[in-house]
Structure formats: C-alpha cells, structure tokens
C-alpha cells in the first residue's frame, strides 16, 4: 500500500496518500458493518466503499511505472516485500483467534496460504503479488495494451463468478490471484506512464458515474438474477470507473493537501493488516448492531490501527510488518 519512503520525500504523492488513508477507513467500514442492519444501510456499506482496495492496486501500478520493470525484478520485489509481512501477521492473526475465540480458524490449506484465513483481509497481500507478477509477464510478451487486455479479460472471466455465485469446477475465489488485481495495476501503470491527468470535476463526474452504473448494476443482478441487494459481492464490472475516477481525484489533489497527511498515507500498509485485530476486539464488547454503533466502531478500529501502525514503525523488528 505504502513504500517505505520518507514522508517528505518528492516520492511522496500527497494526494495518493491522502486517498490511501480515505480507502483505508473505507476497508474498515466494509468489515465493520454489522449483521443486524437494514437493508438499506448494508447496501449502503457494501457499495460505497468498493473503490477502496481496487485504489491500492492502482497505486501499485502507477509506482510500478517509475521502475524499470521486468519479470525477474517484480517478482522479487513483491517476494520479499509482501512474504514476510503477510507470513508474520498470519502467525499473529492465527494465535489472536485461538486467544479470543478458543480456535485457531483455520478452514483448510488453500485458504490458509491464499487468503490469509482466519484473517480474511490478509488475501490482499499474495493477489497483489500474484497481480503485479501476472502483468509483468504480459507486458513483456505483449507490451501495455496487450496487459491490459489480459487484465480486461481476467476480469471478465470473475464477474459471473463473484456476482453470480457461480461454481465451476475449480471452485476459485475470483477475487484472489490475479483476476482482480491485474487490470488496476494495469490501469495505474498505464496512467504513470502516459502522464494523464484530469481536472478535479472530471475525476469527481467519472467516480460518481461509476458509482451509479454500479448501484445499477446491483440493481439488475437482483431484477433479472434474483441477486439481493444485500449480498456482499467482491466487485462489480462498475467498479473499474468507479475506482479510476478516485484514483485520477487523489491524483489531482496533489497540491491541496497539508504534508502531515503523507504521513498517515506511509502507515497505511500496517494500519490495514493490524485492524481486523482491534475489530475482533471491540465487537466482542460492542456489537456495531446499529449505524450509530458501527460509525462508532468504524472511528475507533482505525485511529486504533493507525496510531499502532506508527508505534510498530519506529520499532525496528516490528517496523517490516507495517512499512
């Protein structure tokens, strides 16, 4: 989520990192939704903040554009990147279930080593990898527009199975591997690349437009597919505009935003792995049964996670589970 660059570091971007903390309380909010509310507000909770991991992996991709990029040296990189961090929280998250829930949560092998269960946020972490590794080997067979085609494709190829609950003889995650994440990165390092930019108002009409297509969208799936509204589906084909509109808006803020901000932007890849833990936490002593009550729990899980982010940094073991 974060490269661990000095905050004040022409690096830095303060619009994405401003957006970074922006998506990473929207993460919060999608895991901190009760399961006592209306339909209404789950809807709410399940559409509004689908631009938020998709905004991570643009970010990915439009960092990856400053590099020179080959198979070799993206697969390494997120190999010694993202493997200990992802291998360190999930001993941590593994002996927490155990501690509050008297198990250790493990539902067999594949979701164990790909989606991080019993944490089930840590699935980000080996499909990022997976992603940037997947386009790295398209854009060398066919260039960019060959990646993002395949990224388009992979994409495709997970929209029946996430909307629809299709199961075909694999009985994949679609959300996991590359299938989610490859067109984002593709689309970031398409943008770094080509310098692209927009005005705030054209990044705020395409992120709402987005956002409309894809209340529709969920519209449909319910009118023709007997989809409720309240099923919590992975991502929605609008959800590519929607995201992209966001991510060009960070982009356009670069120059609106107090440097303090970078800050917290640099904390978010920990404030994201660490939170599930202080959620597990507060809803054993707070049930978010209410709106009220899931605002409030959404408030503290992530200045929470965000000030033990900080702490964790400036310890140095502890600091390569965070930055």
Known sequence: MSLPTDALSPKRHMGIDLFRVV???AVVAVHARGFYLGPRATEFFLLVPRFAVPYFFLVAGYFLSRKRLSLVSTAKLYLTRLFPVFAGWLFIYLL????IFGDSGIMGVRQLLVEGVPAYHLWFLPSLGVSAVTFALCLKVSGIRG?????????CLGVPFVELNVEGPLHWNFRDGPFFGCIFIAIGYWIGKSGLSLTIKQSVAIALAGFL????????????????????????ISTVPYAVGIFFLALGCQS????????????????????????????????????????ITIVIVSIASL?????????????LLVQ
């Open 23 to 25: 998506s990473f309380v």
């Open 96 to 99: 927490a279930h155990e501690l």
């Open 147 to 155: 990646a993002l085609v395949a990224g388009m494709l992979l994409y």
């Open 213 to 236: 297509l894809q209340c529709l969208e969920s519209f449909l799936l319910w009118r023709f597919f007997q989809v409720p509204p309240t099923r919590d589906i992975d991502y929605f």
């Open 256 to 295: 609106h935003v107090p440097g303090t901000v970078a800050k917290l932007g640099e904390k978010t890849l920990g404030s994201y792995c660490i939170h599930l833990l202080f959620l597990w936490m507060v809803q054993t002593v707070f049930v978010p049964s209410s709106i009220p009550r899931v605002l």
């Open 307 to 319: 000030i033990a982010s900080n702490l964790m940094s400036k310890i140095k073991l502890l600091s």
